[in-house]
């Protein structure tokens, strides 16, 4: 018997409508909610989605809100047709990809402002960012009706961030963070690697490469913050191509600054290599 092939939903309504058909068959729906261009990161976390649900649904939808003006929104990688391959692999079910209009509707007027979390660490340089990334998260959460969420720990603050919304809103969903895929050499899977020239590819691995000095020296018993990131900020002004948009040690629970490394910390990174900015982070345990 030929293999069904996967399920496209364009219209939030459809979308809903579908989720709300299934939980009548009592089945638990996943969501792993991507903005496209998927890497084997997304897939992992597909891969987490169907073992702890019935039916797993993928969103594709580069969301607008969450680019400031001079941010890369008009040139985010595209590619519906080879996503769409790699999520029927993977076994996704459904695979929601609405346009603008589906998720921001003329007349639209209603938005989920973050607060203290979001403001630090990429918070700072990207303002809006977490308010267009709650906004978006909680309609899919609406539209698909899931009852389990798969987001990466790459993006270790907008899972802490979504993590706190669905506490503060009461939201009936579970999150699920799912690790970080890195290519052989160590750089953390992003869709934005496909912007690194040759030569950027090489000095991108200084994110990985600081974040494991970084680690080294605090499994040496070092827990002054200042002094670890001293010696990250020298390693990362080796590569002339680097720009620090910030490196931090925060607390793992609240984002927290801290001082001396006390309880579950993360150092968190975001770097220019040229014009693209990487984030990265490290658990220091
Ligand atoms: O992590 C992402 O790709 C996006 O921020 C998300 C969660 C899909 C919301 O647009």
Redesign the pocket.
């Known amino acids: 018997m030929q293999k069904k092939s996967i399920k496209v939903i364009q219209k939030a309504q459809e979308m809903h409508d579908w989720a709300k058909a299934q939980i009548k068959q009592r089945a638990r729906i996943a969501l792993v909610?991507?903005?496209g261009y998927l890497h084997e990161g997304h897939l992992s976390l597909v891969a987490i989605a169907r073992a702890n649900a019935d039916l797993v649904i993928a969103?594709i939808?580069i969301?607008p809100t969450?680019f400031s003006p001079n941010e890369d929104f008009a040139q985010y990688p595209r590619d519906l047709k080879g996503d769409l391959q790699k999520l029927e692999v993977a076994g996704v079910d459904v695979v929601f990809t609405p346009n603008e209009g589906e998720m921001y509707p003329p007349g639209f007027a209603t938005y989920i402002v973050p607060t203290d979390l979001a403001n630090v660490l990429c918070g700072i340089s990207r303002p809006h960012h977490f308010r267009?990334?709650c906004t978006?998260?909680h309609l899919l959460f609406r539209m698909t009706k899931a009852h389990v969420a798969v987001?990466?720990e790459k993006?270790y603050q907008?899972l802490t961030i979504i993590r706190r919304m669905v506490c503060d809103l009461w939201l009936d969903v579970e999150i699920i963070g799912g690790p970080t895929v890195r290519e052989v050499d160590g750089l953390a899977k992003s869709s934005r690697n496909t912007y690194l020239s040759a030569d950027e590819r090489l000095d991108a691995l200084i994110l990985f490469k600081t974040l494991n000095q970084i680690e080294a020296t605090f499994k040496t018993g070092e827990r002054r913050v200042e002094k670890l990131l001293e010696q990250a900020r020298k390693n990362i002004s080796t590569v002339a191509s680097a720009r620090i948009d910030y490196i931090e040690i925060v607390s793992a629970d609240d984002l927290v600054k801290l001082n001396i490394i006390d309880r579950k910390a993360i150092c968190a990174m975001a770097v220019f290599i040229g014009k693209t900015r990487l984030i990265d982070n490290r658990a220091l345990v």
Do not use: E, K, L
Request: cysteine-free; proline content about 7%; aromatic content about 14%.
């Open positions: 909610p991507t903005m969103s939808f969301n969450q267009g990334v978006i998260v987001f990466g993006d907008q």
